[in-house]
């Protein structure tokens, strides 16, 4: 019987669609808004936060624009920590 390797999901993707989801959360926004803010299909912003895709800089970089933050913050590592302490300062 062979062993079937699982394969784990890039630790970035995990942040990067955390992220996404956190922020967007934060700002009370629902995927399909997101998507239109962004001018991307609503199907992407759900890839995107269940990690299937990893995205083109293009992309992100709408998806970033689209919720007010800079690009890099959707691949910074957010502690659980510091987004209680933030929590109320987005908008």
Do not use: C
């Not at 998806?63 to 590592?77: F, G, W």
Request: aromatic share 8%; hydrophobic share 30%; proline share 3%.
């Amino acid at each position: 019987m062979s062993k079937r390797k699982v394969e784990k999901k890039p630790e970035i993707r995990r942040i990067l669609a955390g992220n996404i989801k956190y922020y967007r959360t934060q700002r009370k926004m629902t995927q399909q808004k997101l998507a239109e803010k962004a001018g991307i299909a609503e199907q992407t912003i759900k890839n995107f936060e269940k990690g299937r895709t990893w995205g083109q800089d293009y992309t992100v970089s709408a998806i970033a624009k689209s919720l007010k933050i800079k690009v890099y913050e959707l691949y910074v590592p957010q502690p659980e920590a510091v987004r209680r302490k933030h929590a109320n300062t987005f908008r």
